[in-house]
């Protein structure tokens, strides 16, 4: 065991490495989005009573004056001083209101991947052990009305039905109804900081309002993954190694979780990393519908109030994030399919 | 044997298979039906609405659907079946605009890259990959924000997200094809490579060109809808599906489903119509590709 985990270190270690280029890119892109901000910043931070010589001293400051290359070093140093500016809706570094609302965004996001894959497999793989079948044509159905529905318009009909209608759910404002105390901060996913101090009843109000907008962004998210498993099923079930499996007298319950689900998995992983940016960016649309206190509805409220250091930081966030969760996705291939290096690639 | 004599077998088979598709697979022909209506409501629709999409008249605020007003009014009193119909140019154009914005320069882009390769498509590549590793809706809202909040920028901003699906293609296409026989061929009788690639072999991409570019007209009206729901390009007025969803979502906590409700569904069937008529399209261009 201890031989096999060192053998994959190169691997990975090349991986991380290849990773590098990628953040150069996200960086310098983030850059020039600053850079390209509509208006001029200095005359921006200098005020409306400003006249033509506070102006050319702000310019300075801010380092404005400088050519490009330049600033994009100062911007360099900022960043990895964690400095992203302030925001001037609430006055805060960026940084610390994207650290503070981060965990009720991954929160959401992570319930909607588990439901998302939790349906989406097991229903790819019965599609593809029944071509033509009724629950084959439901996939199909659902793979092309999944990706053809707004999320946000989704989250709408889900709140007309569930809470207007039904009154089943309770209403989309927040992560928590206000009646409930937050609990400690520990991790922040609220979830887990409820059982941490052992509050059943906060559990599962926190719950309840996490419900709807999970569900919401698992409907969008569930076609890609839904169709890819059918596609890999089927191809997998059509090959040489399941035919000998079969042949050799493998129970079917074998054969099909054991060598079929486990080589079609590869590029079901691969379609993660699409998944992931679809999620990412319907993640936004989501948060807004349900008033989700994440960094979603915190770029909005930015968007809208032109508060444009906070909406670059958050782009920039979540880029970072993306490429982390591609490389989390890379590294899950070792563990799935261990012929896999990155070196040949 | 004359050249309407060698042409009329390959054209009567592709017609036969196209026929044949559309028998198998009855869902295609109601897409293309779908995709004519939406055509129509975008060409006539606003010469055709019974009402004025503007017309705001407090005294028939929030009227639920009736003969009068088939979708219902909304908290202005404006006819939500106009708004609709009239939103279909607008949501059309910009995705169109959009698509065929990453269509010609990711054609170009790609085709350079794939028949010359070397730092061309080096540094082409390394720009494709930069703009996949951010969210794609992400990055459309910061372009947005930082070019500013216009309903151009939505457009460019749309296109740019799309860039890298077109000019992967089209480089893929290319370079299978930059030195096969043909394209030999072509450059032995005297064509100048700009000639032998827009001519000769840039036409043998369009096929699978045309499916990426009716998938990716659903997933552009998803993004520009989306886009304007969260307040960026379309201004309040303006008769847009996305805005309309917007601003209907404040009135369905009270029961008022029709503002949301019409505009969402009549953006999900284009966007279904256009995922539909792609999926119809593989099957007409590339039988293999099924899945």
């Not at chain 1, 590098?20 to 600053?34: K, M, N, Q, R």
């Not at chain 1, 005359?43 to 102006?55: K, M, N, R």
């Not at chain 1, 569930?162 to 989309?172: E, Q, R």
Request: with cysteine; charged share 15%; aromatic share 10%.
């Amino acid at each position: 065991m201890a031989g096999r985990m060192k053998g994959r270190v190169g691997p990975v270690a090349t991986r991380l490495l290849q990773a590098l280029p990628v953040i150069a890119g996200v960086v310098v892109v983030s850059f020039l989005l600053t850079r390209a901000l509509p208006g001029d910043p200095a005359v921006y931070f200098a005020g409306a009573a400003a006249d033509a010589g506070s102006i050319a001293q702000i310019r300075a400051e801010l380092g404005l004056d400088q050519p490009l290359a330049v600033q994009f070093l100062y911007y360099l140093g900022d960043l990895l001083r964690g400095d992203l500016g302030n925001s001037i809706s609430t006055g805060q570094p960026v940084l610390a209101d994207l650290a503070q609302r981060l965990p009720a965004s991954l929160e959401l996001t992570l319930t909607a991947l588990v439901i998302s894959c939790g349906i989406a497999v097991p229903l790819g793989v019965l599609a593809a052990t029944r071509p033509g079948s009724v629950v084959d044509h439901l996939c199909r159905v659902l793979v092309t009305a999944g990706v053809s529905l707004p999320t946000f318009f989704t989250g709408v009909v889900m709140i007309y039905v569930f809470y207007y209608l039904l009154g089943i759910a309770p209403s989309p404002l927040g992560r928590l109804d206000f009646i409930y105390l937050e609990p400690p901060r520990v991790t922040g996913f609220l979830l887990i900081d409820t059982v941490l101090i052992g509050d059943v009843e906060t559990f599962w109000a926190a719950l309840r309002q996490l419900v709807m907008p999970a569900v919401t962004l698992a409907l969008f998210t569930m076609a890609p993954i839904a169709r890819m498993t059918r596609a890999a099923m089927m191809q997998a079930l059509s090959s040489d190694y399941i035919r000998t499996a079969r042949a050799a007298g493998l129970a079917s319950r074998k054969v099909l979780f054991g060598y079929a689900l486990r080589n079609a998995m590869l590029p079901v992983v691969t379609t993660l990393g699409m998944v992931f940016s679809f999620m990412l960016g319907s993640n936004v649309l989501v948060e807004k519908v349900f008033a989700w206190p994440g960094i979603g509805s915190y770029a909005v409220e930015a968007l809208v109030a032109s508060d444009y250091a906070a909406v670059q930081g958050f782009v920039l966030a979540m880029a970072l994030l993306f490429v982390a969760l591609n490389l989390l996705i890379d590294l899950a291939y070792t563990v799935i399919d261990p012929r896999i290096g990155f070196g040949a690639r | 044997m004359s050249a309407a004599d060698a042409t009329r077998p390959a054209t009567q088979g592709t017609l036969q298979h196209i026929a044949y598709v559309l028998r198998e697979n009855p869902v295609t022909l109601v897409a293309f039906a779908m995709f004519a209506v939406l055509i129509f409501a975008a060409v006539f629709g606003p010469s055709l609405v019974p009402h004025d999409p503007y017309a705001s008249d407090a005294a028939r605020a929030l009227q639920p659907p009736s003969a009068a007003h088939w979708f219902g009014t909304d908290n202005l009193g404006r006819d939500v079946f106009s708004r609709v119909v009239v939103a279909t140019r607008l949501d059309l154009a910009i995705s169109v605009a959009a698509v065929a914005l990453s269509f010609v320069v990711g054609s170009v882009l790609g085709a350079a890259a794939g028949y010359w390769g070397g730092w061309i498509d080096a540094v082409l590549g390394r720009l494709m990959d930069t703009i996949m590793a951010f969210p794609l809706f992400v990055l459309a809202m910061g372009i947005v924000a930082a070019l500013g909040n216009t309903i151009e920028n939505i457009v460019y901003a749309t296109a740019v997200i799309n860039l890298p699906f077109y000019a992967r293609l089209v480089r893929a296409e290319v370079n299978i094809r930059r030195n096969a026989g043909f394209a030999d061929a072509a450059r032995l009788a005297g064509n100048s490579d700009i000639r032998v690639l827009a001519l000769h072999i840039l036409p043998n991409a369009l096929p699978p060109m045309m499916v990426q570019v009716s998938l990716n007209l659903g997933w552009a009206i998803l993004n520009a809808a989306g886009l304007s729901f969260i307040g960026l390009g379309v201004r309040p007025p303006t008769a847009e599906w996305g805005i309309m969803v917007a601003e209907g979502a404040n009135f369905i906590v009270s029961g008022e489903w029709w503002l949301a409700l019409f505009p969402g569904a009549a953006l999900m069937l284009a966007v279904f119509t256009f995922n539909l008529m792609g999926d119809g399209l593989r099957d007409i261009v590339d039988p293999r590709r099924r899945t």
